[in-house]
């Protein structure tokens, strides 16, 4: 076992199953500032396991964002590999670039990858990858349900929860006939989709002060194609571990076509959210500055302020539209 760019065998989803049938204990490893797909695909996959007669241990590099923790399995994430525990598997969920698992300490055991990142740089010895779905979630839950695997509640609405953030509930244009039956498929055995949009649309008064900070950053270029926004320090302390969601407020106004969300991370540092409406590559976009992700949905960091990153950002940006 290695892990290595470029270097992964590709798998079919049977093989995928297989690889999972072959092995019993297992650590499972997402992403930095997970996603709720990359939340609820891990959570799933950690209960199916088990529901298998296997082992399995969760780790992500970042705590698990409060909005994703209604799903009850979110407490058994760790932040760190659990000491004493002998693996004989790793498998990487939503997580298309190793960088992004974190600075861990990983087994030397077979490893999978689960993706539907295109840009997956195919650094385990197996990879199952479906660009053209919606969220890893929905790959898993075809499986699962291929399987005819039970699964629980909290494993339905884990899966509902991660399909339903990376298609924005089904209004993205990565939504597909599949995507909705995997959902409606997900709501017969249990998912319950009122209690999960409830749960992700709370706010605080933090994130209430937050959405008002962003917000009167708005700004704009190029007739309006291309739109910014500032979270910055003040606004990252008051929200920062959800800074992904504020991606919305310049993507909403109109005529925008590449959003843009500058993140504070320090004097030197800047994280940018990309989302685009129509026809931008952003994840193309991204790559130029480090980044990846998909073709709408994307991000990347540059290294200095938002002054700095911003003139460097929009010319790079124009090229897109």
Not at 92 to 108: A, I, Q, S, Y
Not at 114 to 122: C, P, Q, T, V
Not at 123 to 136: G, I
Not at 205 to 215: H, I, R, S, T
Request: glycine residues 8%; negative net charge; aromatic residues 10%.
């Amino acid at each position: 076992m290695s892990l290595a760019l470029n270097h992964a065998k590709e798998i079919t989803k049977e093989e995928a199953m297989a690889f999972l049938k072959s092995h019993n204990r297992f650590l499972l490893v997402g992403h930095e500032h997970p996603d709720g797909d990359d939340v609820g695909s891990i959570c799933a996959l950690h209960n199916v396991l088990l529901s298998m007669g296997k082992e399995a241990d969760m780790v992500l590099p970042d705590p698990v964002p409060q909005v994703y923790r209604l799903i009850k399995t979110t407490e058994l994430v760790h932040t760190f590999i659990p000491e004493g525990r002998d693996y004989d598997a790793l498998v990487f969920t939503d997580l298309g670039n190793l960088e992004r698992g974190g600075n861990f300490d990983f087994p030397d055991v077979d490893s999978l990858c689960i993706d539907h990142h295109r840009s997956n740089e195919r650094y385990t010895d197996y990879l199952y990858l479906q660009y053209k779905y919606a969220a890893t979630a929905e790959m898993l839950a075809e499986m699962f349900f291929d399987e005819n695997i039970r699964m629980d509640k909290d494993t339905c609405n884990a899966l509902y929860m991660a399909i339903g953030t990376d298609s924005g509930f089904f209004k993205f244009s990565c939504t597909s006939p599949h995507t909705l039956l995997m959902a409606s498929r997900l709501v017969a055995m249990g998912a319950d989709p009122s209690y999960i949009s409830n749960r992700l649309d709370e706010k605080t008064e933090e994130a209430m002060k937050c959405y008002q900070l962003v917000a009167g950053t708005v700004h704009s270029y190029d007739n309006g194609k291309i739109v910014i926004a500032y979270m910055g320090k003040e606004a990252m302390d008051l929200d920062g571990e959800n800074s992904d969601a504020y991606a919305s407020i310049p993507r909403c106004i109109n005529g925008c076509e590449i959003a843009a969300l500058f993140k504070y991370k320090g004097d030197r540092e800047t994280r940018i959210s990309l989302r685009s409406k129509d026809y931008a590559n952003v994840g193309e976009l991204a790559a130029e500055f480090g980044g990846g992700g998909h073709w709408k949905a994307s991000g990347c960091t540059i290294h200095d302020s938002f002054e700095g990153a911003e003139p460097l950002f929009v010319k790079a940006a124009e090229k897109y539209l």
